[in-house]
């Protein structure tokens, strides 16, 4: 494979679907992975009919018991993946009284302990490559909180410290660790906000919108570019200037 691999986790829908396709058109050969195969191989039939290469791969990142099997399977199909988009995650929203333990552990789980143990499977092949770029999804809740979102806020904050330390680890070895942290974007995670939410929200934002996926793809695109090597260690907001 003369193409650099990325792989980018909850690429079925939304902000990762974006990414998936922009990388591709990059120039990466990008594999989609999700818990739903139909969906993810067909956002790679997307992208290959676009003139890209992608393929789709069923993962849950809540399964870490799975990794050391993905990772082979992975290595041999494509070869190691040089760049990761940990992008999958979800949110169980409630006000802290209310949130159950097995609530608060699955937002864990998905969001930040498939994010760490994923990044440590991935890492052997970047060292070997001496090049690579680990790209965190997190989010501009985890940076400023939010009422009703202790957990998630908890996970996405929890991303941030893990991208810092890991930066560290690894700089010497080529491979830069950032995160990107997203404000409020249309995809079917926001969906369900009721209209007076949203324009509480839109009167802290700055840009006056609310963002699309593109505008983080693009983020993460750049993130991935060589021209990038010397950016680790980094959150990079896209909130159209909510939190500054
Ligand atoms: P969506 O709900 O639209 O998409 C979530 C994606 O994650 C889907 O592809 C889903 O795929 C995947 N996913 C969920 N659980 C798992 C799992 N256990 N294993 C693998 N994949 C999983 O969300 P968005 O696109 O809006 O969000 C993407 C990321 O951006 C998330 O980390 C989110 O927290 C973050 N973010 C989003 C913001 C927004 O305003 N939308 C703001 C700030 C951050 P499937 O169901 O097929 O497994």
Request: proline share 2%; glycine share 14%; hydrophobic share 45%.
């Amino acid at each position: 494979m003369d193409k650099k691999v990325a792989l980018v986790t909850g690429g079925s829908r939304g902000i990762g679907e974006a990414i998936c396709r922009k990388l591709a058109a990059d120039g990466f050969f990008v594999i989609v992975a999700s818990r739903s195969l139909d969906k993810v191989e067909g956002v790679a039939a997307a992208i290959c009919e676009a003139g890209g290469d992608a393929a789709g791969l069923a993962l849950d990142v809540g399964d870490v018991d799975s990794f050391k099997d993905k990772v082979k399977e992975l290595n041999q199909r494509f070869g190691a993946p040089q760049v990761l988009v940990n992008n999958a995650g979800i949110t169980a929203d409630n006000l802290m009284m209310r949130i159950k333990p097995e609530s608060f552990d699955s937002v864990m789980n998905t969001n930040l302990r498939g994010a760490y143990f994923l990044a440590q499977a991935m890492l052997r092949g970047m060292m070997k490559a001496r090049w690579g770029r680990i790209i965190n999804i997190t989010s501009v809740v985890g940076l400023m909180g939010n009422a009703g979102q202790t957990n998630y806020a908890a996970s996405k904050a929890g991303m941030v410290g893990f991208t810092k330390s890991l930066a560290r680890e690894v700089g010497s070895r080529g491979i830069t660790v950032n995160a990107v942290a997203p404000g409020y974007i249309e995809t079917e995670m926001t969906a369900g906000l009721g209209e007076d939410v949203k324009t509480n929200f839109l009167a802290g934002v700055p840009c006056g919108r609310m963002g699309a996926a593109d505008d983080v793809a693009h983020a993460v695109s750049f993130i991935a570019s060589e021209g990038a090597a010397y950016i680790t260690g980094q959150v990079l907001s896209v909130d159209g200037g909510l939190y500054m």
